[in-house]
């Protein structure tokens, strides 16, 4: 939506649904079900005390500003705004999770705003832990994005359960569960840092 003519993923949506003869402005427009679907959705989601946001790095301001800022751009379209997708953002920020500062400051930032944690995707490889859901620094940050595409790994799916919604509530591990790609059911125990975490790789710009 930023500058679909230079992002390989907007590329690759526009050649699908021009493939099955769907018209872009089905997903562009607001007087379209897809369209009025997608201009809908939040940057963010607060679900009891918990942040629900794609790269994870929640930036330093109050929850209140947080969404006036993000009503605004959304709303005048202002889509390449670095807010929105800058490289700290909370849509495209990665590899912040590697030190232990910045997670401190982002911990005690949110827990500033009243959350307890928060679920974040757009790194399998988060926490050193591939192709799982996985939780640190005491449940406080989950990541959920398995690697399920085939340049990720093409790992299998998982779903993150929170049975007792109750306990999203509380300032406590709200102790939620995995659904495996095989329909087991697992705890999610916290504790990926008793793994080596590998360094940051350099980007590949060939």
């Known amino acids: 939506m930023s500058d679909p003519t230079n992002d390989k993923k907007a590329k690759e ?3 699908e649904i021009r493939e099955k003869n769907i018209p872009l402005s089905d997903l562009t427009s607001t007087t379209t079900p897809h369209g009025q679907f997608l201009h809908s959705q939040p940057l963010a989601a607060k ?5 629900f946001c794609h790269a994870g790095l929640y930036p330093q301001m109050s929850w209140t500003d947080f969404q006036n800022k993000a ?6 379209g202002a889509y390449a705004d670095p807010f929105l997708i800058g490289s700290t953002s909370v849509l495209e920020a ?4 590697r030190d232990s500062g910045t997670r401190a400051q982002l911990e005690a930032l949110i827990g500033g705003n009243g959350f307890y944690g928060i679920v974040f995707g757009h790194q399998p490889d988060a926490f050193g832990w591939e192709g799982q859901i996985a939780a640190i620094d005491g449940g406080k940050l989950i990541k959920i994005d398995n690697g399920m595409a085939p340049e990720a790994g093409s ?3 998982s779903l ?3 049975g007792q919604p109750s306990l999203m509530n509380t300032n406590s591990y709200p102790n939620p569960s995995v659904i495996l790609a095989n329909g087991d059911t697992n705890p999610l125990v916290p504790g990926a840092l008793n793994k080596v975490l590998p360094p940051p790789q350099p980007d590949n710009e060939d």
């Not at 679900?47 to 942040?51: H, M, S, T």
């Not at 009503?71 to 005048?76: A, E, I, P």
């Open 13 to 15: 949506l526009i050649a």
């Open 155 to 157: 790992h299998p799916g």
């Open 71 to 76: 009503d605004n751009l959304l709303t005048n």
């Open 94 to 97: 990665k590899d912040w999770w």
């Open 160 to 162: 993150l359960l929170f």
């Open 47 to 51: 679900v009891g005390n918990w942040l």
